[in-house]
């Protein structure tokens, strides 16, 4: 499968869970961290995920989290922190546009 990420432009993490290669990268302490990751830690983040159009994204972190959390202690911290936080994602998601494309 050949995932796109609609936040690949503007992400300044280094760890992706779709990059085949994470393992041979490094995150610093204050470093940001994937959307999606953070995401998976929050309670009842599946079913704000399953329907929409980047649920892919969301399974493919959810894969990955566990095997990433274990090499990166840095990252495990900062989800564990995030894990106690709100999602950014709202229940009921209307409209969305992963194309960048603004059709007003």
Same mark, same amino acid.
């Given at each position: 499968? *050949?995932?796109? +990420?609609?936040?690949? *432009?503007? +992400? =300044?993490?280094?760890? +992706? ?5 994470? #393992?041979? !990268?490094?995150?610093?302490? *204050?470093? !940001?961290? +994937? ?18 159009? =980047? ?13 990433? #959390? ?7 911290? #900062?989800?564990?922190?995030?894990? !106690? ?16 494309? *603004?059709?007003?």
């Amino acid at each position: 499968m *050949n995932l796109k +990420c609609p936040r690949f *432009n503007k +992400c =300044d993490a280094p760890l +992706c869970p779709i990059d085949p290669e994470w #393992r041979k !990268r490094t995150m610093l302490k *204050n470093e !940001r961290v +994937c959307h999606y990751l953070t995401e998976v830690t929050k309670e009842g983040a599946f079913d704000r995920y399953i329907q929409r159009p =980047d649920a892919d994204l969301y399974l493919k972190a959810s894969e990955e989290i566990v095997a990433m #959390r274990e090499v990166f202690p840095v990252l495990d911290k #900062r989800l564990e922190k995030s894990s !106690r936080l709100r999602s950014r994602i709202p229940t009921v998601q209307l409209e969305l546009d992963f194309d960048g494309d *603004n059709h007003s």
